[in-house]
């Protein structure tokens, strides 16, 4: 396991990308003004839980919850639509392994797991990230949009998405 870490300046950033991890078409290199990219960089503060080749997990500076944590691919990609395969399971591995590492030292009573893609779902980074909430038994609402939807016909829904 990573120890916890606080990354803030340059010289702590990774290497230049490796051959293996070239981008896909609308995945780019750091991007001028993405807090996320900063943080990949070295220049953006963050408490580090995790790195690798392809992601970095950090506890988010304003936090739902203690232990909220993001999981962010190291290259900028816009949101899950416009992310590759490999990236994406990449992300959600990282995740995994964060997951249990929360489980085991907050102790909580459940995690939700949250990626929002665009501005009508919630995403106010445009860094694809996805949350790692850990929950506790009586701590709020899970946040389902409510009320859930009554007219929806599966069977047509499933037709059209097979």
């Known amino acids: 396991m990573v120890p916890l870490a ?3 300046t340059p010289d702590e950033g990774p290497g230049p990308p490796s051959e293996t991890r070239r981008p896909a078409a609308r995945q780019s290199g750091p991007v001028d003004g993405c807090i996320f990219c900063a943080v990949v960089a070295g220049d953006g503060p963050a408490y580090v839980l995790h790195e690798d080749a392809l992601t970095l997990a950090f506890l988010d500076l304003r936090p739902a919850c203690r232990g909220h944590t993001l999981v962010i691919p190291k290259l900028h990609v816009e949101h899950l639509w ?17 997951a249990a590492r929360l489980r085991e030292r907050l102790q909580p009573d ?6 929002n893609t665009g501005p009508a779902s919630g995403q106010v980074v445009p860094h694809l990230h996805l949350h790692l909430v850990p929950r506790w038994h009586g701590d709020g609402t899970v946040g389902w949009p409510s009320p859930p939807p009554q007219d929806v016909d599966l069977e047509a829904l499933h037709t059209l998405l097979s």
């Open 6 to 8: 606080i990354r803030g």
């Open 82 to 98: 416009a992310c590759d395969a490999q990236t994406a399971g990449a992300v959600m591995v990282a995740a995994h392994e964060v």
């Open 110 to 115: 459940g995690l939700t797991l949250r990626q």
